[in-house]
């Protein structure tokens, strides 16, 4: 008798397990696309490149040094000052825009250096918390009863929203640290080859994720308002820490954390990289300051939604099948969100066996 119920719960981790790696393999392969897609018009580019930089004045370089007779004449290029042009467009008379150096010296250092700071955390808090915890089970297994909890329009939603977001996060990640890490894998002209696709992938599938996730939002806001309930919850450790009992409605106190965490920096990202694409005559200095605060909002979420997959994956048995099924088991209800499924059976809502 156990080993006939034991064997869909099996599947269904064997499913699980096997998508999760699917995702991660996936995601791991896509930048080698670069491989494919290089045209071998790499090294001719790089010979012009070297070439052009060979017959480049040595002076140019060292026209920053105090020594040279020049320096004061490039100090006022590096100030930024418009000189005349006949060339029409926005700064097109300044020569150099010294805050492209230091947006450089900002995205390359603190913002990069952080944001891998914070995913690594991240990654490591789940590895020792899997190891340490381990998955939160259905007490007393489940019921084989199953109630509504998304709709079809919320799964579809958080369908597009997940998806699209694997892809913003491959091909920004790509962007932000391919120089250092894709390129001693793959070599310059695969990076080139797939950060020219990667490019077209990020901004194609940011809107798709911008659209689905206000969309999702503004679906789920009214079960996301905060309330007393939630102090309790995170006093009581959320059902994670310690084995004890966590009341919680529709959504509990963490889901509403990564609710407005969405709706705030996630926005954040949003809105900047809409601007980034919808607004070439975007003028330099604003377009850095978008990119720092796009990339810096970016790698928050992408850092929590490593946590947000956990939970809702490998962290909590029972939760992934609503999401794709739309409904979860009433055992699985009355453990993490007692307080909804009174409300349901309130409202008249039978469980049913499927
Ligand atoms: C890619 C893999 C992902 C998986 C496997 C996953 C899984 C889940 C699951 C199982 C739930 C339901 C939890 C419950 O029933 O209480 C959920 C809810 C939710 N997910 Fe995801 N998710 C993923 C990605 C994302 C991403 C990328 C975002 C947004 C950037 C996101 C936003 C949400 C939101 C807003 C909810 C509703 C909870 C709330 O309102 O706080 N998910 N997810």
């Not at 920053?64 to 926005?90: C, I, M």
């Amino acid at each position: 008798m156990n080993n006939v119920k034991s064997r869909p719960a099996t599947r269904r981790l064997a499913m699980m397990l096997g998508a999760i790696a699917a995702i991660v393999l996936l995601s791991l392969a896509l930048p080698f696309t670069g491989l494919l897609l290089d045209d071998g018009a790499g090294p001719q580019a790089q010979a012009q490149t070297s070439a052009a930089q060979a017959s480049a004045t040595p002076e140019l370089d060292k026209g920053f040094g105090e020594s040279n007779p020049r320096a004061n004449y490039w100090k006022a290029v590096r100030a930024g000052n418009a000189g005349y042009t006949a060339v029409r467009g926005p700064e097109a008379g300044v020569l150099i825009q010294n805050g492209g150096v230091n947006w450089r010296a900002l995205r390359n250092g603190p913002i990069a250096f952080w944001g891998s700071v914070a995913l690594a955390v991240m990654a490591v808090l789940i590895v020792l918390f899997h190891l340490l915890r381990g998955r939160v089970k259905i007490e007393g297994g489940r019921s084989g009863m199953t109630v509504p909890r998304w709709s079809a329009l919320e799964r579809l939603l958080h369908a597009l929203v997940a998806i699209s977001f694997v892809i913003l996060l491959v091909t920004g990640l790509s962007m932000l640290y391919g120089r250092n890490v894709l390129i001693p894998v793959i070599g310059k002209d695969a990076f080139a080859a797939w950060m020219a696709l990667g490019k077209i992938l990020h901004n194609y599938s940011g809107p798709v994720f911008g659209v689905s996730l206000v969309l999702l939002l503004l679906k789920l806001l009214p079960a996301n308002i905060p309330n007393g309930t939630d102090i309790k919850w995170f006093l009581s450790g959320g059902g994670l820490i310690g084995r004890g009992h966590s009341s919680a409605g529709r959504m509990n106190a963490g889901e509403k954390l990564w609710f407005w965490l969405l709706a705030t920096f996630g926005v954040a990202v949003i809105v900047t990289g809409l601007y980034l694409i919808l607004d070439p005559a975007l003028p330099r200095d604003q377009a850095q300051t978008m990119l720092i605060v796009h990339a810096a909002c970016a790698l928050l979420v992408m850092a929590v939604a490593i946590g947000h997959v956990y939970i809702g994956t490998l962290g909590t048995e029972g939760s992934l099948e609503g999401m794709s099924t739309g409904r979860v088991d009433v055992a699985w209800a009355k453990q993490h969100h007692d307080l909804w499924y009174a409300e349901m059976q309130q409202k008249g809502v039978r469980p049913e066996q499927r």
